[in-house]
């Protein structure tokens, strides 16, 4: 079970665990990693390494495949947001070849990728969700009640969110953003849900994570909660999407009345996956043995509650040769 990590990054505790998990169950297989920059701190925990070519060039695809063949790799599993549309795409590209990818189908990136789909999916199948307001509109009412959201419909990591608190600021940044939206600004708690789905399409364990801290849109503070209201939310969310398939990362709000407002959904590893890993909820394992053709005993909520993530810096040393 030779695994390829694409657009490996910072990701450096998710790689670690799934060297692990393939340890613990006994597989001889081992972890190559790719990415743009040959400096991906990441690139250094795998066994191998190779540098690709940007996700937009034309050759990334073919690159894969040969590194695919080249390393006999049966699970392909994407880190980054741009690469996923790509690659879901090609899904039957890969799996002729003998590799599976831990992709969703286009129509669940089409609708996670653009924050506007995200919106009118939530509203299709009876979830709350904030609602996108006409700038134009709050603008020409003069006691519209500040503060708004704005953030742009196709953006990541909270790239170019902000908090408009008064007119001026929401006729500047309007334009300032591109493709932006605005929307009502939610107070409460906020969780992202870290869901597992099988390959069959089904929602196996969902882990609510409270973000108490975040640092450049990505959880640094945070700890696991066992609330059966976000658990059951999360899995009816998630299973509404269509071929669904790996981690998938939703975030929500929990007002102070009890009432579950979702914001976003990424199809994909998170960057706090490492929290849910900690608690017990072991999904690189769970993957690669389903993948085997085991079937892992997993509950929904068998994990740890009250687990707690404080982050910090980290280095890797390497010689300069290595990246040179």
């Not at 190559?32 to 540098?51: L, W, Y």
């Not at 549309?85 to 039957?92: D, V």
């Not at 969902?206 to 059951?232: D, F, M, W, Y």
């Not at 579950?260 to 960057?271: A, D, L």
Request: proline content about 5%; aromatic content about 10%; some cysteine.
């Amino acid at each position: 079970m030779n695994i390829l990590f694409t657009s490996v990054g910072r990701r450096v505790s998710l790689i670690r665990h799934f060297k692990k998990s393939l340890l613990d169950i006994g597989n001889s297989g081992f972890i190559v990693t790719t990415d743009f920059q040959k400096h991906a701190p990441a690139s250094f925990i795998g066994d191998f390494h190779e540098q690709v070519p940007l996700v937009k060039d034309p050759s990334y695809i073919d690159t894969l495949i040969v590194i695919c063949n080249k390393y006999e790799i049966k699970l392909l599993i994407p880190l980054i947001d741009s690469e996923l549309m790509i690659l879901a795409t090609h899904i039957q590209t890969f799996k002729d070849i003998g590799v599976t990818l831990l992709v969703s189908s286009t129509e669940t990136n089409e609708i996670c990728f653009d924050k506007k789909n995200t919106y009118h999916f939530f509203k299709q199948i009876g979830v709350e969700t904030p609602e996108i307001i006409d700038p134009e509109k709050i603008l020409a009412d003069e006691k519209a009640k500040y503060p708004f959201l704005l953030k742009p419909s196709n953006g990541s990591s909270s790239v170019g969110v902000t908090i408009i608190n008064n007119r001026k600021e929401l006729d500047f940044f309007k334009d300032y953003v591109n493709n932006a939206i605005v929307q009502e600004l939610i107070v409460g708690k906020e969780y992202t849900l870290d869901v597992l789905v099988d390959f069959q399409g089904k929602v196996r364990c969902v882990v609510p994570r409270h973000r108490i801290e975040t640092r450049a849109g990505e959880i640094s503070k945070g700890v696991t909660v066992k609330n059966p209201q976000l658990i059951a939310a999360g899995k009816a969310v998630v299973e509404a999407l269509p071929d669904a398939v790996g981690c998938i990362t939703v975030q929500c709000f929990l007002t102070s009345d009890d009432r579950i407002k979702f914001i976003e959904i990424n199809p994909r590893f998170g960057g706090g996956f490492p929290l849910s890993y900690e608690a017990g909820a072991d999904f690189p394992r769970w993957i690669v043995e389903m993948l085997l053709e085991k079937d892992p005993h997993i509950a929904i909520d068998g994990w740890k509650e009250d687990v707690v993530m404080l982050r910090y810096d980290d280095a890797i040393f390497v010689n300069n040769e290595m990246i040179l």
